[in-house]
């Protein structure tokens, strides 16, 4: 069973900053950022390629940077100029890559297989 862990999360003020990391248990796992807040749908916030091509959330382009650390089985999300719609739980997910080892640039939720619990993000104006 992959185990994914997020940490990071908090509470900040408009416009503040917050680091997330996830760390799964498997290597060569292509990894993604979601986020959901109470009664809405999981959204995806940041997908990133075996290339380190990048893909956002349109609202959140700009603010939010998606990386990866291989050697460490580990995804990060740097969140800057935050806002208060920015609220909410934020997931990692894990996906197999394709045969060939790639990881193509998604952000769709249904085809992650691995999640996280999430953790926390409050942004209060």
């Known amino acids: 069973q992959v185990q994914v862990v997020e940490s990071g999360g908090g509470s900040v003020q408009t416009a503040g900053s917050l680091r997330l990391s996830c760390k799964v248990s498997?290597?060569?796992?292509?990894l993604g950022w979601f986020r959901q807040t109470p009664g809405g749908e999981r959204e995806g916030v940041a997908g990133?390629?075996?290339?380190?091509?990048?893909l956002y959330l349109e609202s959140v382009e700009g603010r939010f940077t998606i990386t990866t650390d291989n050697a460490k089985n580990s995804a990060y999300l740097q969140m800057d100029d935050l806002k208060p719609e920015d609220t909410a739980r934020y997931y990692c997910?894990?996906?197999?890559?394709?045969?060939?080892?790639?990881?193509?640039?998604?952000?769709?939720?249904?085809?992650?297989?691995?999640w996280g619990q999430g953790t926390q993000v409050t942004v209060s104006s």
């Open positions: 997910a894990a996906r197999e890559p394709l045969s060939s080892g790639w990881c193509y640039l998604t952000k769709l939720a249904h085809e992650y297989d691995y």
């Open positions: 990133i390629d075996s290339e380190g091509n990048t």
């Open positions: 498997k290597s060569g796992l292509c």
